[in-house]
């Protein structure tokens, strides 16, 4: 038995040798005995494969005009990597500073910094937790120990990508931020990297003249992203830049690539993947001594997005806002107080009363989508906070605008008729305290008697101190969810705010006190804790123009293939809630808002203006600073169709805001006319 197993494992190991010698006399004729003739096979065959990137699909306004483009842009690329590592190390470094010393924009993602003599972890103005995962994800992508301060790190990728010390240390930095990419993005010979996909003039020239300085890179003409209009619409339309690796590993999928363009905010990021179209490619192989073969695949355009948005009223709504401003600014001397000299930005939104749909969004101050990147540093630390979309993610207090509400709520709780009288005394005492009308405050006199319709057209505090006081918190808080109030719209933009709606709860939760009875009287005329989007009150001014029904606002009209102009999707109007408003509560709410336009606080404004507007001011107190201005409207008076929100930060009050209104006005029902070669028509009606 035991020479038995003694034989079979002799046989095994003799089977074995001679495995192994077939094996190693092969490897030793292919890598040594015949290693030059399959050499000489290897560089006969050449291959490559080169990605025709897709045209993104067009951004279109209401009437197809366009918004958002393509241009033919230079894309340069790194397209050589079997150098040595001195060789690819000069080669980044020249190119770093010649796009550096020409203002151009290429890819660094990088963590680190280098600033005052050190290595800093830095990104953008990433903080806290964002940046620690952004700088762990660098670490682990590089294969470095996560425990590596700045300067750790940079001294062992100085040993991982052999850079010299010819270099400064500014210079090390640099280079190993364009090294990190390379290798976060695969590039090899047949895997180019994409450094800029949209170098100037200058820079491409500089290339193709200098060649020993820039052998290695390429050039070639690629789609970019063409904002027709500039800045305008920043804030809805977003941007696009080329992919980060995290994205990469959640889209590699579907078609994206380490190159690829992609969005990053606002329309460009949430209908990515309808427009991004679908890359293309060329693919050439040839054996020396034979003709190339070529494979070549076309791309296909992406598909073009129509939003609801109205090129023409959207300028009018930026150019309003923007100059109202101003002029509060520069006329702030004239009153005593100084009120206005502290003006800050604002916003404004346009909503279709009957369907939801959004006709303009201006956001002020702004910034140039074409040039984000290059001047992402000095955007985000500027204290007036232009990257900021104020219309979906400002939330502010709204003043008077809510005594609407409040109305709403007395009338169809029946705690008070339309044609109930309560005398302003000036001084309203309740529970010890004591609450003033602002018409006292300001001159010691008082608005007599009030009904429900002259007591919003007059904005009487006293009037609704007492119809807060019947109504109690729990009806007004009740009737602020029926409105949608202090939560997300659900409108298809990213970084929407909740806001806030007042409420014992929130009292309790925020600040862990008891809710008063003197915070119901506040939250009657529109203080208190309550926070709403200017988005929100221009929804919440739609729904008491049409009498009660909330649609969810949206901006993307429909998709559209580029090619047959076929709808590929469509947002139809949806119905989010209903309020019960009576023909008598619509009426008195409707008429004292009339009368604010009519010979109220906006009379100056719309006094003598074509339209009927229905209209209410607010002024919002705020700590430290001018009060801010709310101004909400819709019009016309008996057959609404628009709803205008605004709020300018510390404008003083709500009336200075009215011009803004009326200059959406006058452009909405074409009270100015001009010469126009679009192709759509006076009543506003889509082109087919």
């Known amino acids: 038995m035991f020479y038995r197993l003694r034989d079979k494992f002799f046989i095994l190991s003799v089977i074995s040798s001679v495995l192994f010698l077939m094996i190693f006399s092969a490897l030793v004729k292919l890598q040594i005995v015949d290693s030059k003739e399959y050499l000489a096979k290897s560089n006969s065959y050449l291959s490559s494969t080169e990605v025709i990137p897709a045209p993104r699909g067009k951004i279109l306004d209401r009437y197809g005009r366009p918004i958002v483009t393509n241009r033919l842009g230079f894309t340069v690329t790194f397209s050589r990597a079997s150098v040595?590592?001195?060789?690819?190390?000069?080669?980044?470094?020249?190119?770093v500073r010649l796009f550096n010393k020409?203002?151009?924009?290429?890819?660094?993602?990088?963590?680190?910094?280098?600033?005052?003599?050190?290595?800093i972890f830095a990104y953008n103005d990433l903080t806290g937790d964002e940046l620690e995962t952004k700088v762990r994800n660098c670490k682990f992508s590089l294969g470095i120990s996560d425990n590596l301060n700045a300067n750790e790190c940079i001294d062992e990728l100085i040993d991982k990508f052999n850079i010299d010390n010819r270099y400064s240390k500014s210079e090390i930095r640099d280079i190993i931020a364009v090294r990190y990419e390379m290798f976060s993005r695969n590039f090899s010979d047949?895997?180019?990297?994409?450094?800029?996909?949209?170098?100037s003039i200058k820079t491409v020239s500089a290339i193709e003249e200098n060649d020993a300085l820039y052998n290695g890179l390429k050039v070639s003409n690629s789609p970019v992203r063409n904002y027709v209009h500039g800045n305008m619409a920043a804030h809805i339309l977003g941007r696009v830049d080329i992919i980060y690796r995290e994205e990469y590993e959640e889209l590699k999928d579907e078609g994206y690539g380490l190159n690829s363009v992609i969005g990053k905010d606002g329309i460009e990021k949430i209908l990515e993947k309808q427009i991004k179209g679908t890359d293309g490619y060329r693919s050439v192989s040839q054996t020396i001594g034979s003709d190339p073969e070529i494979d070549e695949v076309a791309a296909i355009?992406?598909?073009?997005?129509?939003?609801?948005?109205?090129?023409?009223?959207?300028?009018?709504?930026?150019?309003?806002?923007?100059?109202?401003?101003?002029?509060?600014?520069?006329?702030s001397w004239k009153h005593v107080d100084n009120a206005g000299s502290d003006v800050g930005g604002g916003a404004v939104v346009v909503q279709d009363v009957e369907t939801g749909e959004i006709l303009a969004m201006a956001s002020y101050p702004d910034f140039d989508p074409d040039n984000?990147?290059?001047d992402y540093t000095e955007l985000s630390k500027n204290e007036s906070k232009p990257l900021l979309n104020r219309a979906i993610s400002g939330v502010y207090p709204p003043g008077s605008v809510f005594k609407m509400l409040t109305t709403i709520a007395a009338l169809e709780e029946n705690v008070v008729t339309d044609t109930t009288i309560i005398e302003d005394e000036g001084v309203y005492e309740y529970y010890g305290q004591k609450f003033n009308c602002w018409i006292y405050t300001e001159s010691g006199s008082t608005h007599g008697p009030m009904d429900a319709a002259?007591?919003?057209?007059?904005?009487?505090?006293?009037?609704?101190?007492?119809?807060?006081?019947?109504?109690?918190?729990?009806?007004?808080?009740?009737?602020g969810k029926k409105f949608h109030l202090g939560e997300k719209t659900g409108i298809e933009l990213d970084g929407e705010a909740e806001g806030t709606l007042a409420s014992e709860e929130y009292k309790k939760l925020k600040f862990n006190e008891i809710w008063y009875p003197g915070d119901t009287l506040q939250m009657a005329i529109g203080q208190s804790y309550n926070l709403f989007t200017p988005l929100q009150l221009a929804g919440y001014t739609a729904t008491i123009a049409n009498k009660g029904t909330i649609y969810r606002p949206h901006i993307t009209k429909c998709v559209r293939s580029a090619e047959s102009g076929k709808i590929i999707s469509e947002t139809k109007p949806e119905v989010k809630n209903t309020i019960d408003i009576s023909d008598s509560t619509y009426n008195a709410v409707s008429t004292g808002m009339r009368m604010v336009s009519n010979d109220?606080?906006?009379?100056?404004?719309?006094?003598?203006?074509?339209?009927?507007?229905c209209s209410k001011t607010g002024s919002s107190q705020i700590n430290g600073g001018s009060a801010n201005g709310v101004f909400v409207s819709y019009a016309p008076y008996n057959n609404p169709k628009i709803a205008v929100s605004i709020v300018v930060e510390s404008a003083g009050s709500g009336s200075i805001t009215a011009p803004i209104a009326k200059a959406i006005y006058s452009e909405y029902f074409k009270l100015n006319p001009r010469e126009t070669n679009d192709s759509h028509i006076s009543n506003n009606s889509l082109v087919s």
């Open 372 to 374: 984000f990147t290059k």
């Open 102 to 119: 020409n203002e151009d924009e290429y890819v660094d993602t990088f963590p680190i910094q280098y600033a005052d003599d050190e290595y």
């Open 301 to 331: 355009p992406g598909n073009n997005a129509m939003l609801t948005i109205d090129i023409d009223l959207q300028k009018t709504a930026e150019k309003a806002l923007m100059e109202t401003i101003d002029s509060i600014k520069s006329n």
């Open 190 to 199: 047949t895997t180019p990297f994409t450094f800029s996909s949209d170098a």
């Open 454 to 479: 002259n007591a919003l057209k007059n904005s009487c505090n006293y009037y609704y101190y007492e119809v807060g006081k019947r109504l109690g918190v729990e009806k007004l808080v009740n009737y």
């Open 600 to 613: 109220g606080t906006a009379s100056s404004v719309f006094g003598d203006f074509p339209i009927e507007t």
């Open 84 to 95: 040595s590592d001195d060789e690819l190390n000069d080669l980044i470094l020249n190119s």
